[in-house]
């Protein structure tokens, strides 16, 4: 089983880093990054990863946005979380600096570079974030997402069966929502 010490430390530091971020439906980001880490601990649980390996899925899950979305740096997560867990959160993070249609593309190329610990976060978050979309969001817009995920799952596919089963899932199930 994971450290749980581990998975407080890391779930502090993202409360303070998000602060008082809102999801899209307005509930607190930490809601996000904890049904992120309920994911990848459920896929832990069913592949028998080991405590080490699980750890390290757990915390980049709780931190996978830290870097993209907040003032923090690769650097703070480095100072308390060591290489590993930063160079893991730094593949999750789009590089804002390149066009919007080339980041995902981006990260999917270095996430592939990770552990498969760190895919099975990209494949949780995309897994989490397939719920019902915001009501602002148009056609288009789902339509980008969904592609998205369907990417996402090409290229990540074979990094845990079980969370590549429910991301297909969830993207057959967000159909519903298009126009």
């Not at 969904?146 to 429910?166: G, M, Q």
Request: overall charge negative; proline content about 3%.
């Amino acid at each position: 089983m994971f450290s749980q010490e581990n998975y407080l430390k890391a779930l502090n530091f993202a409360a303070v880093a998000h602060g008082e971020q809102k999801t899209p439906k307005d509930l607190p980001y930490l809601t996000h990054l904890c049904s992120v880490a309920m994911e990848v601990i459920h896929a832990t649980v069913e592949s028998n990863m080991s405590d080490e390996k699980a750890d390290l899925a757990i915390t980049c899950a709780l931190l996978h946005d830290v870097i993209e979305d907040t003032s923090f740096t690769f650097d703070d997560i480095f100072d308390n979380f060591g290489l590993e867990v930063a160079e893991g959160v730094d593949a999750l993070s789009k590089d804002k600096k390149l066009p919007k249609k080339q980041q995902m593309q981006d990260s999917l190329n270095r996430i592939l570079e990770q552990p498969y610990e760190i895919q099975l976060v990209k494949l949780a978050d995309r897994i989490t974030n397939l719920q019902e979309p915001p009501k602002h969001w148009d056609n288009e817009k789902k339509n980008d997402y969904l592609k998205e995920a369907k990417i996402i799952l090409s290229c990540l596919k074979n990094s845990n069966l079980y969370l590549s089963a429910r991301l297909e899932k969830k993207i057959e199930e967000y159909n519903q929502y298009l126009d």
